[in-house]
Structure formats: structure tokens, C-alpha cells
């Protein structure tokens, strides 16, 4: 029987990003994902993931999302700013708030907001709408998700990991019991028998699906949300493709986003639901395409629109969370909405907590504002 280090079920932005991180640091890593190797599902499917490298409403990730920013800058190797040729592309953040709020934004976000007087290109197209401002972040960034995500498995299979595709790991209703290594079963979509492995480690990074796991693997309190994006495309581009950017509307807490794409598509849709909205997975084609037409007027006829639905995962304090379910098994999921962007960073602490500490220990992991779930007695680690 084969004998692997780290054995990763799941192989989205985080899953791969741990593969990569680990293989770096010289481990024998095994990466399994049901999908084929091309393909990028779950929560990392669909086209672009903003950054923002100071996000005024969760000011507390700050320095992680910064040094996210500067490791997938690094890992591109097509990145020249604004170039479309790479995955990670210089952009500009605009937010517009209404004029009351604007200075609880500015205060958060430091001096990094600059407010946009109303014939700036970067706002051609957009209806600003009475007692509203616009502020910019030139500190911003558009990332391609499925570039990102193959990137980051092609550099980890590049490293030495084993990614296998269109396989899929069952876990024990009952936790693996003992200090042995773990033994996991690996299967294949032709092979009902699978492959049986031992494994020092397993790391769950199974996304919206963690909430199919058995109890001992599971996240407690974690809520999953249905969160569709659209793309859509009209009878002329609506907003001037000068310069990358993406656009974020507050009014209360519906919090709507805008992006204008390559070849005149437009990506948008809500990004924290506003109050009362019970499924939104039916209620968004209509509503989002609502918000869009309020805020770009000017769309005129509706070419195509696609929905491409996916799942926010929300652990308990919309954080990060590991969770360790056994000492040898730990279950990673993102936070909400919000998770793709800090993937490399994130990977880099998972990697020394699954290297080096004991499963009641969340010590190192305190710098990067990720919450650690210790399952022994129930208590959280920041
Ligand atoms: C609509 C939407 C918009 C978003 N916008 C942004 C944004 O602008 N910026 C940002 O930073 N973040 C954003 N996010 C959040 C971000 O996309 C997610 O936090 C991130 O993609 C989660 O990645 P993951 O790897 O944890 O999960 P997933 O991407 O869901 O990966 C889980 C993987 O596990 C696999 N799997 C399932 N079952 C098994 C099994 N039994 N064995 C092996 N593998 C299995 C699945 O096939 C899948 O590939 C957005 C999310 C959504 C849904």
C-alpha cells in the first residue's frame, strides 16, 4: 500500500493551494478531486474573483488579503499590471455608498479611498443616483479564477504532488481511531474498488460540500447560502473597458457588484444578500438583473445571460476555519463570499499547522486573523 504524507480531498482554490504550498515544503502530497483536471467547480467556478487589498468591511484581513495579493502577483508568470495575458490583473475597486456613509467607509479603509468626481471615465456608463458618492481603490485586482486555480495545480503536480482527477474520497461515518496513520480510500470513477492509502495527514477542503461530511469531520454552526453570479452580455457594452475595474454598491446591507469583462460581458450580482431574501438561488436572475439596470441604464437589449450558481460557505464567526476532526484529519473552509482571494496566504498556515502543531495548539496561525476550530474542547484559537 502506498504510503503519502498529506492526502488533500478536494482540489478548489484552497485544496490546491495547500497542495501546492505542501509539495513546496517537500511533502508527498496526494490531491483528489471528482472533477476533471480542466474543470473548476464548486465555489471557485465562474470567471473573475475581486481583490481588494484593504477591504473597508473586514478591515481585520487586511494584511492577509496584502500578502495574498503579492503571492498571486508572484506566481503569475504572465503578470505585467493590467495585461489580460495572466490571471491576476491590476484593477480598480470603485465603491459608491450613499453620501452618509461614505465617512465610515474612508474611515476604515485609511487613506486609501479617493472620492471620483462624476465625469470620471471610470464611472461612463453608471448612474450614480441622488445623495450618493463614488470612492476608488487603485489597489485592487481582478483575478481569473479558473487560470488561477490551474495554475496553482500545475505548479504543485509540477512540485512533485499527485493531483488525481474524476476520483473522489468517502469518509467513515466513524472517525479513524488510533495513532497509526490514517488508511483513506481513493475512488476511482472506473474502479468501484478504489485504492486504499495511508496517509500521515488528510486535509478536507471539500467547500459547500462540508456539509455532507460525517459529524467528526464536519464544521459546527457552518451555513451554507446559495450565491449565483450572472454574465451577461447586451446589444452595446455598457461601460467603458478602459481601465480593469469592478464596482461594489452599498445600500444597507444588500451589497451588489459589478465587473465589466473582456468583449463587453458584464459579471454582477449580490454579494452579501439583502434582509429577507429566502432562496436566493430563484429570487436572483430577476433581482440582480434589476440592480444591474439601475445602476447601468444605458444597457439596452439583453444579448444572453448566464447564471453560474455556486454556494457561500459561513463558518461560525465568517471566518477562516480548520478544524481538526481527529489528530490526523482537519477540515479547512473559507470565509464566506469573500475566500478565493486569500487562498495562497491561507495555504501557508494550514502547511505549518498540519507540518508542525499539535491539534489543540492554534498559536502560529493567531498573526493571520484565521480562527481555529479545536475540536478536543470546543474552545477557538484567534
Ligand atoms: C458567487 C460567488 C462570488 C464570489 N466572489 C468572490 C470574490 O469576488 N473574491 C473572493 O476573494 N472570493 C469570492 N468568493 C468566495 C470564493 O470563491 C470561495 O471562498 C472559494 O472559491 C472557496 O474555495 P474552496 O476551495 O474552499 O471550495 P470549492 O471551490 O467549492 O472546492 C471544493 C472542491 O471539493 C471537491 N469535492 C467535493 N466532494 C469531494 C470528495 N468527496 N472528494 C474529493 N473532492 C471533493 C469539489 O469538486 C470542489 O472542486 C465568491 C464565491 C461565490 C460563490
Redesign the pocket.
Known sequence: MRSIDVVI?????????AARELAARGHRVLG????AARA???????P????READPSRPELNALAQESAARWRQRDPAFTGTSEAGFFRSAVGVLITPSRDADRWVGRAGDRLREIAPGDALLAGLALGRDRIAMADDRCAL?D?GAA?RSLRSEAAELGAELRFG?????APEPPTGHGRLRVRVLDGGDPEGEDVTAERLLV?????TR?LPAWAGVPGLRIEP???QIARFASPPLDPRRPR?HITHEGDDRF?LIPMAGGDVQF?H?EQPAGVVDPMTASRARDLAALRRYLPGTGPLRRLTT?P????APPAGDFVLRWGTPRTAT????????????PAVAVRVAAALEGQTPHDGASISQAATTFLDVGNGTEHH
Open positions: 480531498m478536494g482540489l478548489g482554490v484552497h485544496g490546491s493551494a483528489v478531486e471528482p472533477s473548476v467547480t464548486g465555489a471557485s467556478r465562474g473573475l474573483r475581486m481583490l483575478l479564477a486555480v476520483s473522489r474520497i468517502r469518509l477542503c471539500v467547500g459547500a460540500r455532507e450565491a449565483p453570479m469592478f457588484c450580482g454579494f453560474v455556486a454556494c457561500y460557505t479547512l473552509v473559507a470565509c464566506s463570499g469573500v475566500g478565493f482571494k486569500f487562498a
